[in-house]
């Protein structure tokens, strides 16, 4: 069984920070791209950052300079790094990953979900 466990939502002020962690548990024989996404009440789900095996990453651009993903594989944890925060970032995170549990075989899956609220 592999779960993607996530931590670190809140509520923050603006031009605050958070960091938001997900780890993976389970039968994983092998991780490739890492990622966040968000989503907000009545608004299509949004890609925020993404990061490969190798460290390369990729930003959406409403959040670049602002937020940083950051990952450690001996841990099978992706980090979201989240500063100045605007009203607009409330939203929930959402993690995701594409692993492998077979040889050749890889598929995407999602946590839970965090909620994140920037008040004024």
């Known amino acids: 069984q592999v779960h993607l466990v996530e931590s670190g939502g809140g509520l923050v002020q603006a031009g605050g920070s958070l960091r938001l962690s997900c780890a993976t548990s389970?039968?994983?024989?092998?991780?490739?791209?890492m990622g966040w996404y968000r989503q907000a009440p009545g608004k299509q789900r949004e890609r925020v950052a993404r990061?490969?095996?190798?460290?390369?990453?990729n930003y959406g651009d409403s959040v670049k300079g602002r937020f940083t993903i950051s990952r450690d594989n001996a841990k099978n944890t992706v980090y979201l790094q989240m500063n100045s925060l605007f009203l607009e970032d409330t939203a929930v995170y959402y993690c995701n990953a594409l692993i492998s549990t077979t040889r050749s075989l890889y598929k995407i899956y999602w946590g839970q979900g965090t909620q994140v609220t920037v008040s004024s």
């Open positions: 990061i490969t095996s190798d460290g390369n990453t």
């Open positions: 389970g039968s994983v024989l092998s991780i490739d791209d």
